[in-house]
């Protein structure tokens, strides 16, 4: 049973799956897994409906994850963002690049594996509606139920869209982390023109945020570019002009490299904080820790077989923001490889069918690579 990536991208992309929204494109998916000979597994957690299938049960078992829910189409669209239209070789829609295609190539991909021969090993995709909202109840907890069902794989591939210029230029195997902080500094409200009464909290969070952005975190590390602390915000809500207000807010993210990890940089904000604010209130929130899967027998594989589908050898990088790949990398080998992702989240998203049926090749391609 042959699949044809394309017609399923534009199945999936017809179902307007806004996070958390499912809108029908994990039935799709199961629709087509099922009488493939995989055993379809639905999970929902809260409001988020999740997908684990499997076919095979001995090893190597090799997973493919992905996501169907998108980020909202906004306005501006030249055609029905969820339409799934074709012009001049080029599929447009919300989801095209990010990353309905790349969930329809693991299909395509599996199946084209399927009608070569019995398989040696077990091939699972891993299929999330909760990766563009909180990602609370999306990977993360299905790979906790994997992991609780002996379900986990030997290795897994995430399919967002890494490449850059061109399909098979770019294989990610790391990503760094991501730390938000909410900082909150006390004082005492007065009058200005009566500084000595009242205790400035913007003075003293002034303090702060200098020695925080004073020096850079690091300088980077072998596969890592440098640590980025950025501020986001600074808030006083104060009306007027001859008040000292009571307390200041500043909102910052850093984005982190493997020198560093949540706890050590929340250390780092708490001691800056001691010498310029006694008193204050730091929240904490980190989305995932610096990861890196390092070059190997793996990722040499994912490479060689990239290579050989796309003619490019692809560069090994760790840029760019966080992904569900963060989740899989407490449990296993994990790596990313997927389409020029150059028309992500923005109005006409688009991608072209030579793209999609490339990326189903290559998949392919990666699955014997793994001796699937």
């Known amino acids: 049973m042959a699949v044809d990536p394309v017609l399923l991208t534009q199945a999936l992309i017809r179902c307007p799956s806004v996070t958390p929204e499912d809108a029908g494109a994990i039935a799709v998916l199961e629709g087509v897994l099922a009488p493939l000979g995989f055993a379809c597994t639905r999970l929902r957690f809260g409001e988020v409906e999740n997908l684990f299938a499997r076919i095979g049960e001995g090893r190597p078992h090799f997973c493919f994850a992905g996501h169907t829910d998108v980020v909202p189409p906004g306005e501006g669209w030249s055609s029905d963002p969820f339409a799934a239209e074709i012009r001049d070789g080029v599929l447009y829609g919300r989801g095209a690049a990010d990353m309905k295609s790349g969930v329809a190539a693991f299909v395509a991909a599996a199946a084209?594996?399927?009608?070569?021969?019995?398989?040696?090993?077990?091939?699972?995709?891993?299929?999330?509606?909760?990766?563009?909202?909180?990602?609370?109840?999306?990977?993360?907890?299905?790979?906790?139920?994997?992991?609780?069902?002996?379900?986990?794989?030997?290795?897994?591939?995430?399919?967002?869209?890494?490449?850059?210029?061109?399909?098979?230029?770019?294989?990610?195997?790391?990503?760094?982390?991501?730390?938000?902080?909410?900082?909150?500094?006390?004082?005492?409200?007065?009058?200005?023109?009566?500084?000595?009464?009242?205790?400035?909290?913007?003075?003293?969070?002034?303090?702060?945020?200098?020695?925080?952005?004073?020096?850079?975190?690091?300088?980077?590390?072998?596969?890592?570019?440098?640590?980025?602390?950025?501020?986001?915000?600074?808030?006083?809500?104060?009306?007027?002009?001859?008040?000292?207000?009571?307390?200041?807010?500043?909102?910052?993210?850093?984005?982190?490299?493997?020198?560093?990890?949540?706890?050590?940089?929340?250390?780092?904000?708490?001691?800056?904080?001691?010498?310029?604010?006694?008193?204050?209130?730091?929240?904490?929130?980190?989305?995932?820790?610096?990861?890196?899967?390092?070059?190997?027998?793996?990722?040499?594989?994912?490479?060689?077989?990239?290579?050989?589908?796309?003619n490019r050898t692809p560069k090994l990088d760790t840029g760019g923001g966080t992904s569900d790949a963060r989740f899989v990398a407490r449990h296993r080998p994990v790596a990313e490889f997927g389409l020029v992702g150059t028309t992500m989240h923005k109005t006409d998203e688009c991608v072209s069918l030579a793209q999609i049926t490339g990326l189903a090749d290559a998949y392919r391609e990666v699955l014997g690579a793994f001796g699937v």
């Not at 950025?230 to 002009?241: I, K």
């Not at 008040?243 to 250390?267: C, M």
């Open 112 to 310: 084209a594996r399927l009608a070569a021969g019995p398989l040696t090993g077990s091939i699972s995709l891993l299929i999330t509606g909760d990766e563009e909202g909180p990602a609370r109840d999306g990977t993360v907890r299905v790979l906790d139920w994997m992991a609780g069902s002996g379900q986990l794989p030997d290795f897994c591939l995430v399919g967002e869209p890494t490449s850059v210029e061109a399909l098979g230029d770019t294989i990610k195997i790391g990503r760094r982390g991501s730390l938000s902080a909410v900082i909150t500094v006390r004082g005492i409200q007065g009058h200005v023109a009566y500084p000595d009464r009242a205790d400035n909290p913007l003075h003293r969070l002034a303090g702060v945020l200098a020695e925080l952005i004073a020096e850079p975190l690091d300088q980077g590390s072998h596969w890592f570019q440098p640590s980025s602390l950025q501020l986001t915000s600074v808030d006083v809500g104060n009306p007027a002009t001859n008040v000292i207000p009571a307390a200041a807010t500043a909102r910052l993210n850093i984005r982190f490299n493997d020198s560093h990890s949540a706890a050590s940089l929340e250390a780092w904000l708490r001691a800056v904080l001691a010498r310029h604010a006694p008193d204050h209130t730091l929240e904490c929130d980190c989305s995932g820790e610096a990861f890196l899967t390092r070059p190997g027998g793996d990722v040499e594989r994912l490479v060689a077989a990239v290579r050989r589908a796309t």
